[in-house]
């Protein structure tokens, strides 16, 4: 059968298994949209910021464990992906981002919308490529799919010129396999290293398992549960891994590092063996990484080498699939009963893994989590976030039981990641709820999908917890420079001479509920402290979308904290 | 700090050579040279690259170098023995008067003419980097008017 490039795109996205495509036209891919327009079994999303569509294909890939995909224009529309492409490449997530090219005889002549992604997307993405030949075209879909998905899966880029979308291939056929001579990713974990492991952790007194998002990836959480049960260790998981483990279990310490419960960075160092899980010991986990598990042997289980004693020197380490490894090692390990070990765990755990001043007098950040979490905890929900205090009151507060159930952006740190992400993932799992948990600042760095997911319908969820401010670098502002804060308040920009909170003659824009009537989705607003319970009820129990705003305690901020560079044993609580 | 050599198989395509060069970058490693040629395999490219760094940093340069989809191969020769060239031309001030001296002393290291004027001679020198740092340092009191050299490349010695 002969085919266009255009319609062997749609062909392979078809045989990958994509059943929703975000996207945004321009002039070097118009040739692709046309056969899209005739595309059946295709979802093709029209978001409003190119950004968008590749934050909501990692939102899609998160929720499904499928590749996810998103296509822009050249130029403006390709460098638009590049913050999406970036944030997968640094949470591991598998997209494969297409981009138009102007013609091959234009290319390097500054040509309109000429932009070189090759060389651009070259340090965030796992592979890329730029197709020359229509010839070339159909392996490299094949091969852009596989790298993708497979082995520490990331962002694959394929930039598409014009004249290769319209050029057609004779007797095209989809490739049945793939084989990349440079390319095998290590799977089974290797026996002498899993034994090594499994005699260590049978020697530890003080084992604590801390997993990632390795865990997820892999499709490991029964076997990281049956590892815990087994060995009775107390269970850390990183941002990148909460879901992995059951929130409410009672060996779950909750996440460590800068915002990490005091169980879970007490435990790492006192711990004498860490059974590390797809984890890649990021500085906003380790603190100042000299003195991190000082009296720790440290196990790593990972599928990338290069992860392996990049920041901390590991003992054992063990590369592989994480599923597979832990299949092999659970067979090794003998139980393990409880000891004086989790009675140490239980006592810095307390009663409750994280807390907060509680307060009626104000609407309390953390208070919302927690009942948004109670009116959610049974319904299976997906709950994405934005980027700062929100976020790290999410993963505090919101008791994740599931993988695949917490999406948020953990290596890049990405503002405006939440909105475009929930969409992928509420189209990902139809019928599912689906929440972004927003603060007013990130919101509104990707607030034109409201336009998509209004004209869609995509039964999103959203709840603004608004404190008026860029509420994490305020908070940065207040413990470290002197309160001058400096271009965080939204009600006064740069600088605010008359500022007290409360006492602010300046108007809030935008108010968020006429917002949200704008796109034509209802749109509540809390106010107090004991409008949040009907908002939220309001908020979850109507159809389709809806936009929940809860003006929260301005000036609240997340404890603990470790202060950057600072050992995990260094850090501030709530006074 | 030590120096080490690592011969990287790469395939011999568009994009490749900066890909290599942008990891290095990206990661803050040193290169001291790079060189790139086609193997026995035409669809093959080696890369010698001589990178700085200790034990902990060239095990992270293989590592990296091993993750890029393109890179076929890493050998790090580490400390086993290997053969070793590198290509180098000096432009060196001469005259009549000491034209005989100087390529006397370049003949030492089995250095050839490359070319003759009447105010310079050039040199070609084709031997292991230790020697052509020597070769240089030996010649540098006559006057170097420019230097080019191909930066190192390698192979190891045959097991036995």
Known sequence: MNKTGAEILIDALAQEGVDVLFA????????????????????????????????????????????????????????????????????????????????????????????????????????????????????????????????????????????????????????????????????????????????????????????????????????????????????????????????????????????????????????????????????????????????????????????????????????????????????????????????????????????????????????????????????????????????????????????????????????????????????GQPGKLVLNIAGDGSIQMNIQELATISINKIPVKVLILNNEYLGMVRQWQDLFWKKRYSSTCLRGGTLCEECAPGHCKKHYVPDFVKLAESYAIPGFRALKHADVIPVLRQGLEIDGPAIMEFSVTPEENVYPMVPAGKSLDEAMEEL | MSIRTISVLVENHAGTLSRIAGLFSSRGYNIASLTVGETEDPTISRMTIVVGGDDAVIEQVVKHLNRLIDVIKVIDFGADPIIERELVMVRVDSTKSNRH???????????????????????????????????IGLIKPYGIKEVVRTGKIAMAQPKK
């Open chain 1, 24 to 427: 945004y036209p321009g002039g070097q891919v118009i040739p692709i949209f046309d056969a899209l327009y005739d595309a059946k079994g295709l979802k093709v999303v029209l978001v409003r910021h190119e950004q968008a569509a590749a934050h909501a294909a990692e939102g899609y890939a998160r929720a499904t464990g499928k590749v996810g995909c998103c296509l822009a224009t050249s130029g403006p529309g390709a460098t638009n992906l590049i913050t999406g492409i970036a944030d997968a490449y640094m949470d591991s997530i598998p997209i494969v981002a297409i981009t138009g090219q102007v013609p091959t005889s234009y290319i390097g002549t500054d040509a309109f919308q000429e932009a070189d992604l090759v060389g651009i997307s070259r340090p965030v993405t796992k592979h890329n490529y730029l197709v020359k030949d229509i010839r070339d075209l159909p392996r490299i879909f094949k091969e852009a799919f596989y790298i993708a998905g497979s082995g520490r899966p990331g962002p694959v880029l394929i930039d598409l010129p014009k004249d290769v979308s319209v050029a057609t291939f004779e007797n095209y056929e989809y490739p049945k396999s793939v084989s990349i001579r440079s390319y095998s990713p290590t799977i089974i974990g290797h026996p002498k290293q899993i034994e090594k492991a499994a005699e260590m952790i049978k020697a530890a007194k003080k084992p604590l398992i801390f997993a990632g998002g390795g865990v997820i990836s892999s499709s490991a959480s029964e076997q990281l549960f049956e590892l815990a049960e087994k060995i009775n260790a107390p269970v850390t998981l990183t941002l990148m891994g909460l879901g992995a483990f059951p929130g409410e279990h009672g060996l779950f310490i909750g996440m460590p590092g800068m915002h990490g419960s005091r169980a879970a960075n007490n435990a790492l160092q006192e711990t004498d063996c860490i059974v590390s899980v797809g984890v890649r010991f990021d500085d906003r986990v380790t603190g100042h990484v000299g003195s991190f598990a000082p009296k720790a042997k440290i196990i790593h289980l990972d599928i990338d080498p290069a992860t392996i004693s990049k920041i901390v020197k590991v003992d054992v380490p063990v590369v592989g699939d994480a599923k597979n490894i832990l299949v092999a090692l659970n067979k090794l390990l003998t139980p393990r009963g409880v000891s004086e070990w989790n009675d140490q765990i239980n006592a810095w755990k307390g009663e409750k893994i994280f807390s907060y001043k509680h307060s009626e007098k104000s609407i309390k950040p953390q208070f919302v989590i927690e009942q948004a979490y109670e009116m959610t905890k049974d319904k299976d929900a997906i709950i994405c976030t934005e980027v700062g205090q929100h976020q790290m009151w999410t993963a505090q507060y919101y008791k994740f039981a599931r993988p695949r159930t917490f999406i948020s952006s953990g290596g890049l740190g990405t503002m405006g990641f939440g909105l475009p992400a929930s969409m992928g993932a509420a189209l």
């Open chain 2, 101 to 135: 001296e100087i390529v006397e002393l370049a003949q030492l290291f089995g250095a050839t003419v490359a070319q003759v004027s009447a105010t310079s001679i050039t040199f070609e020198l084709s031997s292991t980097c230790d020697k052509v740092n020597n070769f």
